[in-house]
């Protein structure tokens, strides 16, 4: 336990969301939280100017995924502590993040005495995962099936997740400043991973992963 409280920032694009867990989290006398921030960019330039203990993330921000903030930050402050927050609970999003760097992920469907006990850990310097997605990778080990998009770099499955969200090349080029031909290749490249020929069959791989919802 921190002598000092443990200086937390939230990051989540929706107010409702920061300022609920704000207030629970600030019940607890060893946590404080001191930044929030609503995109990427904001996220980024918070983490440097208050320098948190924890960073609590989403992983899908409007402007950038928090797979990307991660490698954007660790190289600015390789020593950062982040606990992704998300809503997605299969396994091959919380490896993604965890091999990505992150220290801890909770799903959102979980308790919120959950997150104070990941963030207290993490603090700690320990790992943490929430036990629905604990429980999703032993399933993943055990059950036999090899996940294709494992196959997929950080970039390409950074853009994979916009393009099964619904977000047109166009706006994913100007959300990541790569150019139109860049996200084309992407895409294209993407396809030829997973072995598939549309943009219908991408989704229904990101539905069969429980990486979007129907």
């Not at 930044?35 to 904001?42: C, P, T």
């Not at 320990?126 to 036990?131: C, D, G, N, P």
Request: charged share 25%.
């Amino acid at each position: 336990m921190h002598a000092q409280p443990i200086r937390v920032m939230l990051v989540d694009d929706h107010a409702v969301v920061r300022s609920g867990f704000r207030r629970f989290l600030e019940e607890f006398a060893d946590i404080r939280v001191v930044a929030e921030a609503e995109s990427g960019e904001l996220a980024y330039r918070g983490y440097l100017e208050s320098e948190p203990d924890v960073m609590v993330l989403d992983i899908s921000m409007p402007d950038t995924s928090g797979l990307a903030l991660m490698q954007r930050l660790f190289a600015r402050a390789p020593n950062a502590r982040v606990i992704i927050f998300s809503m997605h609970q299969d396994y091959a999003m919380a490896e993604r993040a965890l091999e990505g760097g992150a220290r801890g992920y909770v799903t959102k469907s979980s308790a919120p005495e959950i997150l104070v006990n990941a963030v207290r850990e993490v603090a700690a310097g320990r790992l943490f995962v929430s036990a629905d997605v604990a429980r999703a990778v032993a399933e993943s080990k055990t059950g036999g099936q090899e996940n294709p998009i494992t196959q997929l770099s950080t970039r390409e499955f950074e853009i994979f997740q916009q393009l099964v969200g619904g977000r047109s090349p166009p706006d994913i080029a100007r959300a990541l400043n790569l150019s139109s031909k860049t996200i084309a290749n992407y895409h294209t490249l993407i396809k030829q991973k997973l072995g598939v020929s549309s943009d219908i069959e991408l989704v229904r791989i990101a539905l069969r992963q429980n990486l979007i919802t129907p």
